[in-house]
T-cell receptor, first 115, second 115 residues
Framework: DTGVSQDPRHKITKRGQNVTFRCDPI?????LYWYRQTLGQGPEFLTY????????KSRLLSDRFSAERPKGSFSTLEIQRTEQGDSAMYLC?????????????FGSGTRLTVV | GESVGLHLPTLSVQEGDNSIINCAYS??????FIWYKQESGKGPQFIID?????DKRQGQRVTVLLNKTVKHLSLQIAATQPGDSAVYFC??????????????FGQGTELSVKP
């Protein structure tokens, strides 16, 4: 297992189109997080899963955003009717249930550009 | 609301010097404070963490200091190297209640190491 994988690395889409990103966490990690990062800012929490259950969603996650983790392994983040303000880096991270492990492992992100 | 922020947006140091990156936080209920390093085009990389009941923790060339009285966190990098050039984020993490272990990040400090 080489870490958290995200696909695609880059996505350019026209405003109004739908996009879907995929995240494959470290296999033994049961928690999975999605963050959004804009230029010069720290990552902002969007949502997280424990196994297949989505336990929390930020108010940043509008109705156009939906995330799934159907089998408790990989996760997808879909944005419908994209807007220019959705342009950002979307980061996925995972962590084990063991609370002695404090830090997450982040993927390299998917950079979304809405034109 | 709670926030984690950084005092300085940029820091420039000479190779071999020590670097100190500072962070202020406001949520005294957090369980852990964590420093991340982010290089261009990559996701944040865990550096070191400190539990809220500690005031100092050392790693390889890095030391984190926590002053709960003034709600201040710092990262010290000894003998800074060009490879240390990156943006550094502090983050706080809570496990209690519905916090779910999510991280709240500050804005970041860009460290530039001059050879």
């Amino acid at each position: 297992d080489t870490g958290v994988s995200q696909d695609p690395r880059h996505k350019i889409t026209k405003r109004g189109q739908n996009v879907t990103f995929r995240c494959d966490p470290i296999s033994e990690h049961n928690r999975l997080y999605w963050y959004r990062q804009t230029l010069g800012q720290g990552p902002e929490f969007l949502t997280y899963f424990q196994n297949e259950a989505q336990l929390e969603k930020s108010r940043l996650l509008s109705d156009r955003f939906s995330a799934e983790r159907p089998k408790g392994s990989f996760s997808t983040l879909e944005i419908q009717r994209t807007e220019q303000g959705d342009s950002a880096m979307y980061l996925c991270a995972s962590s084990p249930k063991d609370r002695r492990v404090v830090g997450y492992t982040f993927g390299s992100g998917t950079r979304l550009t809405v034109v | 609301g709670e926030s984690v922020g950084l005092h300085l947006p940029t820091l420039s140091v000479q190779e071999g010097d020590n670097s100190i990156i500072n962070c202020a936080y406001s949520n005294s209920a957090s369980d852990y404070f964590i420093w991340y390093k982010q290089e261009s085009g990559k996701g944040p990389q865990f550096i070191i963490d400190i539990r809220s009941n500690m005031d100092k923790r050392q790693g390889q060339r890095v030391t984190v200091l926590l002053n709960k009285t003034v709600k201040h966190l710092s990262l010290q990098i000894a003998a800074t190297q060009p490879g240390d050039s990156a943006v550094y984020f502090c983050a706080e993490k809570g496990e209690g209640g519905n916090q779910g272990g999510k991280l709240i990040f500050g804005q970041g400090t860009e460290l530039s190491v001059k050879p």
